[in-house]
């Protein structure tokens, strides 16, 4: 699916951005001790040395609610200005109430109208593409769009091929209505085919929680790595050299590519492949892991609260997750 901005309609942008981290670090070293596995082992083949695990206390809604109050202040806007808000994840709190309603009643943005998304590592993007039609079309003003997980207890901690590689996190973004290019273009794909290449089988109405399949671990992340790796380069690199050929902007006129965390030997495969100079691709794998549909917008609080963005700069979002799903949006820059 491509989606330009048609010549109808509002152009849409990013007003603000917020993220938040749970306090606690676990690091490769610690993980020594868990599994077996090593801090040369992870870094070397992952870019990762550290990830944030979420308190017992803390769930995912209560990750994305700091994130969402960040959001709203850095536009300058209060919490009964959103219209709506759109929290994307792959580890809800519970199955119902949605996330998004539980992030509602925390930040008293009683205005809004409330629901989840999950398209697990490309949630964020996806969600932002769904937001973006909201404010277009002017049913919607002002948009929050949410990437939470509190992904650490769906990690199966006795299995060194996964629970190395995630982190728990949340980051949001205001959408409103613009005067530039705003969100120039998006491309979103899935291959449901593949489901089964990372999958987390028990827990819902397939496999409803019992004793047995509490035992035999199917309410955990199950990941064929080598697997995945090869479908998120190919995948990735497509939807990125797509976007660039539909808009016939070159990769040199990008300030950043900013590719979902997952690891980061995928990371500079895709930068490579697209021709775009290492100071291009932004990586922060090494401090979150993989925080699934919070590190694209985690990535990009960064970016924008170190000063590294001006008005017009142009971004390019690569992002690929369970499903498969994956996608790319190509956006300027203009939170003024
Ligand atoms: N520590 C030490 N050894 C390990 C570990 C570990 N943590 N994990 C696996 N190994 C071993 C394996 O058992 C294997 O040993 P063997 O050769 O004796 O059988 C060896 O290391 C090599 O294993 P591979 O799986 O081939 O290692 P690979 O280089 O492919 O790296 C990895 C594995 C990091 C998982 C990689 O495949 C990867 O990153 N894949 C993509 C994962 C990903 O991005 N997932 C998220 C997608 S997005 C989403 O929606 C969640």
Redesign the pocket.
Known sequence: MTNGTPPFGRTVRIKGTGSYVPERILTNRELESI????DE??YS??GMRERHIAADHEATSDLAAIAAQRAIENSGLTPADMDMILVCTSSPDMFFPNTACLVQKKIGAHRAFCFDMEA??SGFLYGLEVGRQFVQSSSAENVLVIGAEKISPFVNWKD??TC??FGDGAGAAVLQAGNGRGIMETIMGSDGLLADL?IMPGGGSRYPPTPETLKSGIHFIQ?Q??E??KH?VSNMTKAALDILKHTGVSIADVKYIIP?Q??AR?IHAIGQRLGGRPDQVYMNVERYG?T?AASVILALDEVARGGQLEKGDLLLFVV???GFTWGAMLMEWDNS
């Not at 599994?35 to 090593?38: G, I, L, R």
């Open positions: 599994v077996d596995t090593t082992w992870i083949r992952t697990a590592c060194r091929t190395v590689l990372l990941m790595g080598r995945v790796f998120a979902h997952a690891n995928i993989n699934s690929f997750g369970a």
